[in-house]
């Protein structure tokens, strides 16, 4: 039903801003005492810096479920679509230097759904496996049309996989009991 819905969207996003304010309540605890240590400064720059955009992310993320219209459905272009996504997130790829292999299928590339609530779905999936895998690991978009959905069923396939080493030292990851284990987790989405 709709309220377990909103209670795991709800519980998820409290999660997600929960983790970075361990990080930041912690190195802000320390600064007093550590104020002198350049190295600590440093290191409380980019921890904090990076939390804080985290934050920033799930509450952009927030505001944009929030934002969307009532379902339109019309025929969506999803490889295009797919293509954009990444676009937009050329620079974020780049900075923490992930190999992203893609097998998106334009030759039947279209599905019939809302494209905003996609583009809100396929984007937060993608910021989300972003988050997870640590620098260098491998992220490999696939896109399949699927023969059930000439008889109404779902058009496109979608699969979100990635895999990389074990980020040790992550405290996310040992709290985090949604955290992948890095070996290879994926996801798949049926349009």
């Not at 676009?87 to 097998?103: A, C, G």
Request: charge should be negative; proline fraction near 7%.
């Amino acid at each position: 039903p709709a309220n377990d819905l909103l209670q795991r969207l709800v519980s998820s996003l409290a999660h997600q801003v929960r983790n970075p304010l361990v990080a930041i309540r912690t190195f802000a605890s320390l600064l007093p005492e550590r104020f002198e240590d350049p190295e600590f400064r440093g290191r409380f720059h980019d921890i904090v810096g990076s939390d804080l955009g985290r934050i920033e992310r799930v509450l952009e993320q927030l505001s944009g479920f929030a934002a969307l219209e009532p379902t339109r459905a019309a025929p969506v272009n999803v490889a295009a679509l797919m293509e954009q996504l990444l676009e937009e997130r050329r620079s974020q790829i780049q900075e923490r230097r992930l190999l992203v292999l893609k097998e998106i299928d334009s030759a039947l590339p279209l599905a019939l759904c809302d494209e905003a609530q996609l583009r809100f779905a396929l984007g937060s999936l993608l910021d989300r496996a972003f988050d997870w895998v640590p620098e260098r690991a491998d992220l490999y978009l696939a896109s399949k049309h699927h023969p059930t959905g000439l008889r109404g069923g779902p058009a496109v396939r979608i699969l979100i996989r990635f895999h990389g080493p074990s980020p040790a030292g992550r405290a996310e990851s040992a709290n985090d009991e949604t955290a992948p284990d890095f070996s290879l987790r994926y996801t798949t989405i049926e349009i």
